[in-house]
């Protein structure tokens, strides 16, 4: 659903990314058409546009604090992810969404989009505050997933990687995590977020979250994943380390 609803246009149309293509394949039921036609229907009969005219001052609130984090978060560059897996598969940009709880990206045409659910920190809607660290823990974990989703897709099928998923479930895996290869693929962009991370985050920061992954959300060995990454840099291409590592 959140999927869907990301891919509208300004006018309530569907944009086809390759989600939407995703969800046609699994759902052969699935109508664009008839969702255009539900959705601008309920648009019209809710007033929706007044709504959304109405919310404006805390989204403005919201996206102001998100820029004063990005100001703190000092020299960070999101073409970090470019130098590190070799290319570019598109431009990056960031949404700010009230009606989700944490975050994804997405890969639509030629742009990599980290989709974000803000939090109020405070008893208020007036403490609005987006740290620094979360901004770019955020930025490199979802700008990440379609560098290396694809390659887990590709690579992984018919792989034994039961073993490790079983073993993380034990420790507190997020059911949200459904199958093995989505369960790789998250593990080594966790791993790429902490790599990466900590060029711009001390290590006394970043250590309770790294903590609290291996503790508390099954990911005992994101150090060692960690690790690995080092030697991205002595092989040709990302793709290729990622196939032989």
Not at 18 to 47: G, T, W
Not at 90 to 109: A, D, K, P, Q, S
Not at 150 to 156: D, E
């Amino acid at each position: 659903t959140i999927r869907i609803g990301l891919a509208l246009d300004d006018s309530y149309g569907v944009v086809i990314s390759e989600e939407i293509r995703a969800i046609q394949r699994r759902n052969p039921y699935f109508s664009v058409e008839q969702m255009e036609r539900l959705l601008q229907d309920f648009v019209k009969k809710s007033e929706y546009e007044s709504f959304w005219e109405e919310q404006q001052d805390i989204l403005n609130r919201v996206v102001e604090a998100y820029k004063m984090g990005i100001k703190e978060s000092g020299n960070f560059d999101v073409d970090v992810l470019v130098e590190f897996y070799g290319n570019r598969i598109g431009g990056f940009r960031i949404g700010l969404l009230n009606y989700i709880r944490g975050e994804f990206g997405m890969h639509m045409v030629d742009t990599i989009v980290n989709y974000q659910g803000f939090r109020n920190i405070g008893e208020d809607e007036e403490n609005i505050m987006i740290k620094s660290t979360s901004i770019i823990i955020t930025c490199l974990h979802e700008f990440s997933h379609p560098y290396l989703n694809p390659l887990g897709y590709r690579y992984l099928q018919g792989e034994n990687v039961s073993r490790i998923y079983e073993q993380a479930i034990e420790d507190g895996l997020h059911p949200c995590y459904h199958d093995p290869i989505t369960f790789v693929n998250e593990y080594l962009v966790r791993g790429v977020q902490f790599f990466l991370g900590s060029r711009y985050i001390s290590r006394e920061e970043l250590a309770p979250m790294i903590d609290w992954h291996i503790k508390g959300l099954g990911f005992r060995d994101i150090e060692g994943i960690m690790s690995l990454l080092v030697n991205v840099k002595e092989y040709d291409s990302f793709e290729k380390f990622y196939v032989e590592k």
